[in-house]
T-cell receptor, first 114, second 113 residues
Framework: AQSVTQPDIHITVSEGASLELRCNYSYGATPYLFWYVQSPGQGLQLLLKYFSGDTLVQGIKGFEAEFKRSQSSFNLRKPSVHWSDAAEYFC????????????FGKGTHLIIQP | DGGITQSPKYLFRKEGQNVTLSCEQNLNHDAMYWYRQDPGQGLRLIYYSQIVNDFQKGDIAEGYSVSREKKESFPLTVTSAQKNPTAFYLCASNPTGFYEKLFFGSGTQLSVL
C-alpha cells in the first residue's frame, strides 16, 4: 500500500519569499502524484499533477513541483509567495486506476508573514 | 456554472440521531466520493460510487451509509453508530473515476450537540 508523508505541519514564509513544501511518498512502482490546496472552510483545488514524462510539472497560481524518483519526493515550489497563498496544502499519491486509490498526506499549513 | 453543491454548510447532530449530508453535482460526472477530514489529518475515504445504483466502501465506512439513485446526487447519512462524527465532510466527483481531476464541494462541518 502507498503512503504519503508531509514532514512540515506548519510553515511560515514572508510575502515575496520563495516557498518549498515537502512531500515524500512510498510506493513500489511509478506513482501518480498530486498537490491540492484548501482555503479555510472550503474544498480542495488541484494545483498540479504528475503522471509521467517531464519530472518538473507546472501548475496553476505559479506553482511547480519536481518528481525525484531517487528521493521518493514530489516537492512543491513557488518563487515568490503572495498573502493569498496562505492555505492548507495536501500532497496525494495514487497507484493508478480509480480515485478511490488516492492516499492523502496530512497537510502543511502555510502562513504568510507581511 | 457547473460544480458540486454541498448542504448544509454547518450541521449539528444530537445523540442517537441520524443526519444526512447532501451532495449534488451538475458536471455530469460518473464518479462521486465522500471524504472525512479531521484537524491535522489528511482526507480519508468513506464511500465512493462509480456509477448510478452502485457504491463501494472506502477506508472508514463504519457508521455511515450512502445511496446513488441519481447520477447527480450522492447523499451521505451519518448514523447513530458513528460514535465520533464531528468532522469536516467533503464530497468530490470526477468524470470517469480514473486518475483525472477531482472536483470538490465546499464541505459540511458536522458537530455533535
Amino acid at each position: 500500500a502507498q503512503s504519503v508523508t508531509q514532514p512540515d505541519i506548519h510553515i511560515t514564509v514572508s510575502e515575496g519569499a520563495s516557498l518549498e513544501l515537502r512531500c515524500n511518498y512510498s510506493y513500489g512502482a511509478t506513482p501518480y502524484l498530486f498537490w491540492y490546496v484548501q482555503s479555510p472552510g472550503q474544498g480542495l483545488q488541484l494545483l498540479l499533477k504528475y503522471f509521467s514524462g517531464d519530472t518538473l510539472v507546472q501548475g496553476i497560481k505559479g506553482f511547480e513541483a519536481e518528481f525525484k524518483r531517487s528521493q521518493s519526493s514530489f516537492n512543491l515550489r513557488k518563487p515568490s509567495v503572495h498573502w493569498s497563498d496562505a492555505a492548507e496544502y495536501f500532497c496525494a499519491v495514487g497507484a493508478g486506476g480509480g480515485a478511490d486509490g488516492l492516499t492523502f498526506g496530512k497537510g502543511t499549513h502555510l502562513i504568510i508573514q507581511p | 456554472d457547473g460544480g458540486i453543491t454541498q448542504s448544509p454548510k454547518y450541521l449539528f447532530r444530537k445523540e442517537g440521531q441520524n443526519v444526512t449530508l447532501s451532495c449534488e453535482q451538475n458536471l455530469n460526472h460518473d464518479a462521486m466520493y465522500w471524504y472525512r477530514q479531521d484537524p491535522g489529518q489528511g482526507l480519508r475515504l468513506i464511500y465512493y460510487s462509480q456509477i448510478v445504483n452502485d457504491f463501494q466502501k472506502g477506508d472508514i465506512a463504519e457508521g455511515y451509509s450512502v445511496s446513488r439513485e441519481k447520477k447527480e446526487s450522492f447523499p451521505l447519512t451519518v448514523t447513530s453508530a458513528q460514535k465520533n462524527p464531528t468532522a469536516f465532510y467533503l464530497c468530490a466527483s470526477n468524470p470517469t473515476g480514473f486518475y483525472e481531476k477531482l472536483f470538490f464541494g465546499s464541505g459540511t462541518q458536522l458537530s455533535v450537540l
